[in-house]
C-alpha cells in the first residue's frame, strides 16, 4: 500500500533539492518478490501506470566505463539501440556484484540520480509522453515522481528508443 511518510533523505534526493528539480517521494512495502514482476507491483501499489514507471538499469561498456539505461518497468532493454543511442560499438548489462561499487545503490533501489559517479544516461523516449514519471528514490521502497524533461536536464541524459519492440 502506498503511504506518503516522513522519510531520511537519499543522494538522489538531496541532489534534487539541492537542484531545485521538484518531486514527490512515495513509499512502498518491500516485499519478498525479487523477480521480473517487482517493477510492475510496485506501480500497482503505488497506483501508478506501469508505462510510467521506469526501472534503472546500468551496463558495461567495452572500454569498462558505463551506461545508465532507464525504461518502463514492464519492458526489456534492448542492448544494440541503447548501444547506439551511447555512441558505443556493445553494451552488456553490468553485473549485479558489481553495482554496489559503481554506483552506490543495491539492486532494486538503483537511482539514475545521486551515483558515485554520473554516467552518460538514457532514457526511453516513452518517458516524454507523460507529464510526470517515477524512478527508484535510491533505496528499496522508495520512489521518486518527478518531470521527466527535469530528470533528463538535471541528470545530462538523452531520451532515445532503448526498448525491445519499441
Known amino acids: ?35 521480473h514482476e517487482l517493477g510492475l507491483s510496485i506501480a500497482e501499489a503505488l497506483g501508478q501506470d506501469p508505462d510510467a514507471a521506469f526501472k534503472t538499469l546500468v551496463t558495461t561498456t567495452p572500454s569498462g566505463g558505463h551506461v545508465v539505461c532507464c525504461i518502463p518497468v514492464a519492458c526489456e532493454l534492448d542492448l544494440k539501440r541503447a548501444a547506439a543511442a551511447a555512441g558505443e560499438k556493445t553494451l552488456t548489462m553490468m553485473h ?17 540520480v545521486g551515483m558515485r559517479k554520473r554516467y552518460p544516461t538514457l532514457i526511453d523516449e516513452t518517458a516524454t509522453l507523460y507529464p510526470e514519471i517515477s524512478i527508484s528514490g535510491g533505496r528499496k521502497g522508495l520512489s521518486l515522481v518527478l518531470d521527466p524533461e527535469a530528470l533528463a536536464e538535471f541528470a545530462g541524459a538523452k531520451f532515445a528508443d532503448i526498448v525491445r519492440g519499441g
Do not use: H
Open 1 to 35: 500500500m502506498a503511504r506518503r511518510a516522513k522519510q531520511d533523505k537519499t543522494n538522489a534526493m538531496r541532489e534534487l533539492e539541492r537542484a531545485g528539480v521538484a518531486f514527490e517521494a512515495l513509499s512502498y512495502e518491500v516485499g519478498e518478490d525479487d523477480g
Open 96 to 112: 549485479v556484484s558489481d553495482l554496489e561499487a559503481a554506483t552506490g545503490y543495491v539492486r532494486g533501489g538503483v537511482s539514475p
